[in-house]
């Protein structure tokens, strides 16, 4: 059985997921979007508001058999992949700059569980300048995000800053 769990703050899902999520399914028979309960960050939205998010944009997205859900999660990433039975991390790698951040954590994970390989996907390029943090300034501004988010959090942002 290979079971991954692709964590994130999600705040909110973009389509740079979606697309990570899409290509990396395939690799593995269980995937487990793992959103972190970020609790002393200011997100946008709950984390059950995000998890629902997912949950509701999921079925959409072709996985290739592989078996999708989606769970919150509090303290380590390594922690939680150890207790959900994972033998990988799934990352996304957007730009150069990305690589410093995502090597710490990728070596400091293995440290921590040495069992748990992190296994990195290089964003597709028509979304590797897009984040969560990009959005929802753009968005909040009146900038145009279409495309790059899925329809229902563009709608969910609406409602959010009552737009
Ligand atoms: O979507 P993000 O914000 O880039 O995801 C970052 C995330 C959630 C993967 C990272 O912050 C994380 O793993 N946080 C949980 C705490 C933890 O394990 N920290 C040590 C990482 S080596």
């Known amino acids: 059985?290979?079971?991954?769990?692709?964590?994130?703050?999600?705040?909110?899902?973009?389509?740079g997921h979606l697309d990570i999520i899409k290509r990396s399914?395939?690799?593995?028979?269980?995937?487990i979007v793992a959103v972190l309960n970020n609790a002393d960050k200011h997100p946008m939205f709950t984390v059950n508001e995000r998890c629902e998010m997912i949950r509701e944009v999921l079925p959409a997205v072709?996985?290739?058999?592989?078996?999708?859900?989606?769970?919150?999660?509090?303290?380590?990433?390594?922690?939680?992949?150890?207790?959900?039975g994972a033998n990988a991390i799934v990352r996304g790698i957007r730009a150069v700059s990305d690589y410093e951040?995502?090597?710490?954590m990728a070596l400091m994970n293995r440290r921590l569980e040495p069992g748990i390989e992190t296994v990195f996907l290089m964003a597709g390029e028509e979304y590797s300048y897009v984040s969560s943090?990009?959005?929802?300034?753009v968005f909040e501004l009146g900038g145009r995000v279409e495309g790059l988010i899925p329809e229902l959090v563009e709608t969910r942002m609406r409602q959010k800053l009552g737009k």
């Open 1 to 15: 059985m290979r079971r991954a769990i692709f964590p994130g703050s999600f705040d909110p899902l973009t389509n």
């Open 101 to 104: 951040y995502e090597l710490r």
């Open 133 to 137: 943090t990009l959005m929802k300034q």
């Open 62 to 84: 072709e996985t290739d058999g592989c078996s999708m859900r989606v769970e919150s999660f509090s303290g380590l990433t390594a922690d939680f992949a150890k207790r959900s």
């Open 25 to 31: 399914a395939p690799l593995f028979d269980e995937m």
